[in-house]
């Protein structure tokens, strides 16, 4: 996993690889230290047995890659600050209520067919769509971390969270799935069911036993260590496999958890992974290849040889059957039967490749790109279905038939929330590397996705009339024309050596946040002919705006620096020097909003710009990423503690009034009328409303 606590390349300057590595070395420590503040404020006050959930979770918790214990860091620093730094304060005026939630996204690492439809692991949680011809407006639940792997058992479906534990989720309703039971196991990665109990293996190659008498809650019967790493664990009936890099032990397994060793499997080569179908173990090694035992009678496995395939990369087994991942997009059917005696014989088919990806209909959002999918690890195979799964682009769902595979639908995971801008009642998404979606926001909180702009790594967006301005990472700024938003198209093209994260667009200039670059002005009066009017390196500039009078740069530990646009090139006023990581900066008359990182929402007094102080400041608990002003509040996208609304009409005493937890890190916000409109990475777009 990579952990990019500053979103952003790694860096073009000499100093900056140094000068980054020692700012997350800092800034980890200090949300440590925060966590050790929150775990004996709660200890301290809560009394020995009754801490609360986030504080007294064991230390296996933190095991979840590091991504999961920032998280959960964050949330004890959010105990931390609240408690020990502010007094107790009134309940809130206000309220965000979620109106709804669309795209949700990131990598897809499982999936299985249920009754109703696909389920696919994705996003930090489970998408759970309806219809077998369709990958549209799944019922989403947020899990802790990504699952890793899932099992379906009638209605109920078990999910291996690697950061969340052993999750358990009802499904009798598809629209609304409900979270049960949820059990801790670090690094939760392999489940499967055999026997009528419930396998999973964790950390430390743990092996997790749990019995269903009530399918709903597992029970813990035991757990035992392992003696090799597992690389997977397919289960039928009562048999449970266990793979290990060169070897495979066959148990019997019954509804109390027991096992019962049967025989064991030398294997040829390093296993990748493995199906059983019918009383047949196939296993795939890494070195491309599939190999085959009858182990009906466990006891007494019977090879079968190899399968007459090379260069496989994935294999699967459902209701209608097994198939092969092969070279070049390629599926091979296959399955066991057996004779009057019982002996089993693999039928292999006639090999097909995955069609091309549908085109979308007119006037919906279409894939983008030259339509080339990334490498596709796994399939998943069902009666009549197969969805190809690549986990940075998403999932393809087939029909197969006698007459072959067709393309039938696709749901992009690629896509991560990252800015949003609105206007005109429409909705403009910086969605990384999936490049801007663009949708209309209905009176109801909805949102219809219109249309699609593929770019390089869309990290801002900025709209000005019937121009769009993306702020594109590594591929500098784009002009794009969206006088008809459902065909957006590509005007004009500014190269930088930054890495633009950023942008504001005033009076016909764009003024670009370039991270540890620096800042760039670009003349975009000319929307196909954009041209740099000044650049300057800084610190580490992941916020800007700017005003008829003066430029605003949030340069992260520097903290703000004002300069005068009264002449050629932009004059350095001043520098108001923060407590913490100025990341985001919006401004209001003589007022400066400012999100400073760790330390949360800083407040500044600008009414003398030679001179500016901070009026006042609160934590958020988390990292303050984002700010947007709109009527006497302040908006916050606050990281893990989702979006957060503050009442700044004190500005010496800005006041928590309002909080939404997204499932995904909060890192942008906009806003529109009583409308917030928060960017959750993987989590997608979320649409709530603001009572004030």
Same mark, same amino acid.
């Given at each position: 996993?990579?952990?990019?606590?500053?979103?952003?390349?790694?860096?073009?300057?000499?100093p900056?690889r140094?000068?980054?590595?020692?700012?997350?070395?800092?800034?980890?420590?200090?949300?440590?230290?925060?966590?050790?503040?929150?775990?004996?404020?709660?200890q301290?006050?809560? #009394?020995?047995g009754?801490?609360?959930?986030?504080?007294?979770?064991?230390a296996?918790?933190?095991?979840? /890659?590091?991504r999961?214990?920032?998280r959960?860091?964050?949330?004890?620093?959010?105990?931390?600050?609240?408690?020990?730094?502010?007094?107790?304060?009134?309940?809130?005026?206000?309220?965000?209520?979620?109106?709804?939630?669309?795209l949700?996204?990131?990598?897809?690492?499982?999936?299985?067919?249920?009754?109703?439809?696909?389920?696919?692991?994705?996003?930090?949680? &489970?998408?759970v769509?309806?219809? $077998?011809?369709?990958?549209?407006?799944?019922?989403?639940?947020?899990?802790?971390? *990504?699952?890793?792997?899932? +099992?379906?058992?009638?209605?109920?479906?078990?999910?291996?969270?690697?950061?969340?534990?052993?999750?358990?989720?009802?499904?009798?309703?598809?629209?609304?799935?409900?979270?049960?039971?949820?059990?801790?196991?670090?690094?939760?990665?392999?489940?499967?069911?055999?026997?009528?109990?419930?396998?999973?293996?964790?950390a430390?190659?743990?092996?997790h &036993?749990?019995? !269903? *008498?009530?399918?709903?809650?597992?029970?813990?019967?035991?757990?035992?260590?392992?003696?090799?790493?597992?690389?997977?664990?397919?289960?039928?009936?009562?048999?449970?496999?266990?793979?290990y890099?060169?070897?495979v032990?066959i148990?019997?397994?019954?509804?109390?958890?027991?096992?019962?060793?049967?025989?064991?499997?030398?294997?040829?080569?390093?296993?990748?992974?493995?199906?059983?179908?019918?009383?047949?173990?196939?296993?795939?090694?890494?070195?491309?290849?599939?190999?085959?035992?009858?182990?009906?009678?466990?006891?007494?496995?019977?090879?079968?040889?190899?399968?007459?395939?090379?260069?496989?990369?994935?294999?699967?087994?459902?209701?209608?059957?097994?198939?092969?991942?092969?070279?070049?997009?390629?599926?091979?059917?296959?399955?066991? *039967?057996?004779?009057?005696a019982?002996?089993?014989?693999?039928?292999?088919?006639?090999?097909?490749?995955?069609?091309?990806?549908?085109?979308?209909?007119?006037?919906?959002?279409?894939?983008?790109?030259?339509?080339?999918?990334?490498?596709?690890?796994?399939?998943?195979?069902?009666?009549?279905?197969? $969805?190809?799964?690549?986990?940075?682009?998403?999932?393809?769902?087939?029909?197969?038939?006698?007459?072959?595979?067709?393309?039938?639908?696709?749901?992009?995971? =690629?896509?991560?929330?990252?800015?949003v801008?609105?206007a005109?009642?429409?909705?403009?998404?910086?969605?990384?590397?999936?490049? +801007?979606?663009?949708?209309?926001? #209905?009176?109801?909180?909805?949102?219809?996705?219109?249309?699609? !702009?593929?770019?390089?790594? $869309?990290?801002?967006?900025?709209?000005?009339? *019937?121009?769009?301005?993306?702020?594109?990472?590594?591929?500098?700024?784009?002009?794009?024309? &969206?006088?008809?938003?459902? =065909?957006?198209?590509?005007?004009?093209?500014?190269?930088?050596?930054?890495?633009?994260?950023?942008?504001?667009?005033?009076?016909?200039?764009?003024?670009?946040?370039?991270?540890?670059? /620096?800042?760039?002005?670009?003349?975009?009066?000319?929307?196909?002919r954009?041209?740099?009017?000044? =650049? =300057?390196?800084?610190?580490?500039?992941?916020?800007?705006?700017a005003?008829?009078?003066?430029?605003?740069?949030?340069?992260?530990?520097?903290?703000?620096? !004002?300069?005068?646009?009264?002449?050629?090139?932009?004059?350095? +006023?001043?520098?108001?020097?923060?407590?913490?990581?100025?990341?985001?900066? @919006?401004?209001?008359?003589?007022?400066?909003?400012?999100?400073?990182?760790?330390? /949360?929402?800083?407040?500044?007094? !600008?009414?003398?710009?030679?001179?500016?102080r901070?009026?006042?400041?609160?934590?958020?608990?988390?990292?303050?990423?984002?700010?947007?002003?709109?009527?006497?509040?302040?908006?916050?996208?606050?990281?893990?503690?989702?979006?957060?609304?503050?009442?700044?009409?004190?500005?010496?005493?800005?006041?928590?009034? $309002?909080?939404?937890?997204?499932?995904?890190?909060?890192? /942008?916000?906009?806003?529109?009328?009583?409308?917030?409109?928060? @960017?959750?990475? #993987?989590? #997608?777009?979320?649409?709530?409303s603001?009572?004030?």
């Amino acid at each position: 996993m990579t952990l990019r606590f500053f979103p952003g390349p790694v860096f073009r300057r000499r100093p900056g690889r140094e000068y980054c590595s020692r700012r997350r070395a800092e800034y980890q420590d200090g949300l440590r230290r925060s966590a050790l503040c929150a775990t004996f404020y709660v200890q301290f006050s809560a #009394g020995a047995g009754s801490f609360p959930p986030v504080a007294s979770r064991p230390a296996a918790r933190f095991q979840g /890659g590091t991504r999961d214990m920032l998280r959960r860091i964050g949330i004890a620093a959010c105990i931390a600050s609240t408690c020990a730094v502010m007094p107790p304060r009134p309940a809130a005026a206000g309220e965000l209520v979620l109106l709804s939630r669309s795209l949700v996204q990131g990598p897809a690492r499982a999936a299985v067919f249920g009754a109703g439809g696909l389920i696919l692991g994705t996003g930090g949680g &489970v998408a759970v769509f309806s219809g $077998a011809d369709r990958l549209e407006e799944p019922a989403f639940l947020p899990l802790d971390g *990504e699952p890793h792997d899932l +099992v379906l058992r009638g209605d109920i479906l078990y999910a291996a969270s690697f950061a969340g534990g052993l999750v358990t989720i009802d499904l009798s309703d598809p629209g609304r799935p409900v979270e049960t039971n949820r059990r801790e196991i670090a690094q939760a990665a392999r489940c499967a069911s055999a026997g009528g109990a419930l396998f999973v293996c964790g950390a430390n190659r743990a092996l997790h &036993v749990f019995s !269903l *008498e009530n399918p709903r809650e597992p029970h813990l019967r035991g757990s035992r260590e392992l003696p090799h790493q597992v690389v997977s664990i397919p289960a039928e009936d009562d048999l449970l496999a266990i793979v290990y890099g060169r070897r495979v032990e066959i148990l019997r397994a019954d509804a109390s958890g027991s096992l019962e060793p049967a025989a064991s499997i030398e294997l040829p080569a390093d296993a990748r992974d493995a199906v059983v179908r019918r009383g047949v173990l196939v296993v795939l090694t890494a070195a491309g290849e599939a190999f085959a035992w009858d182990i009906a009678r466990p006891e007494s496995p019977r090879p079968l040889g190899a399968l007459k395939r090379r260069k496989i990369s994935g294999v699967a087994s459902g209701e209608g059957g097994c198939v092969l991942l092969g070279a070049s997009r390629t599926i091979i059917p296959f399955d066991v *039967e057996r004779d009057g005696a019982g002996a089993a014989r693999i039928r292999v088919g006639k090999a097909a490749s995955l069609p091309p990806r549908v085109s979308p209909a007119p006037g919906t959002a279409g894939t983008g790109g030259s339509g080339a999918s990334r490498a596709i690890e796994r399939v998943i195979v069902s009666s009549g279905r197969i $969805a190809a799964i690549a986990p940075l682009d998403g999932v393809d769902l087939y029909a197969r038939d006698r007459a072959g595979l067709h393309s039938l639908d696709f749901f992009p995971t =690629r896509g991560f929330a990252i800015d949003v801008a609105t206007a005109g009642g429409l909705v403009y998404l910086a969605n990384g590397n999936d490049g +801007v979606r663009i949708g209309r926001l #209905g009176d109801a909180g909805t949102v219809e996705w219109l249309s699609h !702009l593929q770019t390089k790594d $869309a990290r801002g967006v900025a709209i000005s009339g *019937e121009r769009l301005f993306v702020a594109d990472g590594a591929g500098g700024l784009k002009t794009a024309d &969206v006088g008809d938003p459902a =065909r957006p198209r590509i005007l004009g093209v500014h190269a930088s050596p930054y890495y633009l994260s950023a942008l504001v667009v005033r009076g016909g200039r764009a003024y670009c946040a370039g991270g540890l670059g /620096g800042a760039e002005i670009v003349d975009v009066s000319d929307p196909r002919r954009p041209r740099l009017v000044w =650049r =300057r390196a800084f610190s580490e500039v992941r916020g800007i705006d700017a005003d008829e009078r003066y430029l605003y740069v949030a340069d992260g530990y520097e903290g703000l620096r !004002l300069f005068a646009l009264d002449g050629p090139e932009p004059r350095l +006023v001043s520098t108001l020097d923060t407590p913490g990581w100025t990341c985001g900066v @919006a401004v209001d008359g003589d007022r400066a909003y400012l999100a400073d990182g760790g330390r /949360g929402v800083v407040v500044a007094d !600008l009414s003398s710009p030679e001179r500016p102080r901070v009026a006042g400041a609160s934590p958020t608990g988390s990292v303050a990423r984002q700010v947007r002003f709109d009527g006497g509040y302040l908006f916050v996208a606050a990281f893990t503690r989702g979006a957060l609304a503050f009442d700044v009409s004190d500005p010496a005493l800005p006041r928590e009034a $309002a909080r939404y937890q997204t499932a995904g890190d909060a890192r /942008g916000v906009s806003i529109a009328e009583d409308r917030v409109l928060v @960017a959750s990475g #993987g989590g #997608g777009l979320y649409v709530l409303s603001h009572s004030r």
